[in-house]
Nanobody, 127 residues
Framework: QGQLVESGGGSVQAGGSLRLSCTAS?????????MAWFRQAPGKEREAVAA????????YYADSVKGRFTISQDNAKNTMTLQMNSLQPEDTAKYYC???????????????????WGQGTQVTVSS
């Protein structure tokens, strides 16, 4: 059905952790090349946070989250997880799960690469 559903957002104090999950429909999960997490704060562009390249099992991270966020997959559950540690107020945003459908010339950070998007889950970090 081409559906992505995020969960796990919430409010946390600075320094805390959250674990976001994205559950993908079978058609997406069986064919994607890259799945990614994006985030968008009010008045700002939607920006890439992390991605997973299935072919090589490679992970990619924005510089702003390296060392703090970890992306992983659970193939048995068709889920992608974003473990977020040491959260800071600047991490406050709505977080979106995204998936492509075929190889693309677009970089993993380019939102135009992705054909499928979840509805988003809000993450709020207070100081």
């Amino acid at each position: 059905q081409g559906q992505l559903v995020e969960s796990g957002g919430g409010s946390v104090q600075a320094g805390g952790s959250l674990r976001l999950s994205c559950t993908a429909s079978g058609d997406i999960y069986s064919s994607y090349n890259i799945m990614a997490w994006f985030r968008q704060a009010p008045g700002k562009e939607r920006e890439a946070v992390a991605a997973f390249w299935r072919r090589f099992g490679s992970t990619y991270y924005a510089d702003s989250v390296k060392g703090r966020f970890t992306i992983s997959q659970d193939n048995a559950k068709n889920t992608m997880t974003l473990q977020m540690n040491s959260l800071q107020p600047e991490d406050t945003a709505k977080y979106y799960c995204a998936a492509d459908s075929r190889p693309s010339a677009y970089s993993w950070v380019n939102r135009n690469r992705y054909n499928y998007w979840g509805q988003g889950t809000q993450v709020t970090v207070s100081s």
